[in-house]
Nanobody, 127 residues
Framework: QLQLVESGGGLVQPGGSLRLSCRVS????????VAWFRQAPGKEREGVSC????????NFPNSVKGRFTISRDNAKNTVYLQMNSLKPEDTSVYYC????????????????????WGQGTQVTVSS
């Protein structure tokens, strides 16, 4: 079972930036895909972005395309979500999730595909 720990959330003004980190442990390999999800109060959890073993990336909602960038550093077993030009509607709890794969398998924005989850980190965008 992979263990995930997120960090980097906080309070930021509209137009600002944050970088979230997801540290992955419990697996002696880089063969896992990681996705970021978010959930705002009263809303369903939505996939934000994912990255494959080979660093192929996908952003899911149109609202984050061009603003959010996912990346990974396999030497540090860490996946990042760089969030720029933040808007109040980006306010959510952000979760990273992972699943073990064999090879450079495509990643998914479906929460049900990921058996391992972090505890979440709050991102609040407000003036």
């Amino acid at each position: 079972q992979l263990q995930l720990v997120e960090s980097g959330g906080g309070l930021v003004q509209p137009g600002g930036s944050l970088r979230l980190s997801c540290r992955v442990s419990g697996f002696r390999s880089s063969y896992y895909t990681v996705a970021w999800f978010r959930q705002a109060p009263g809303k369903e959890r939505e996939g934000v972005s994912c990255i494959t073993t080979g660093a192929r990336t996908t952003n899911f909602p149109n609202s984050v395309k061009g603003r959010f960038t996912i990346s990974r550093d396999n030497a540090k077993n860490t996946v990042y979500l760089q969030m720029n030009s933040l808007k109040p509607e980006d306010t959510s709890v952000y979760y990273c999730a992972a699943r073990r794969v064999y090879g450079d398998t495509s990643c998914s924005g479906a929460a049900s595909m990921y058996p391992s989850w972090g505890q979440g980190t709050q991102v609040t965008v407000s003036s």
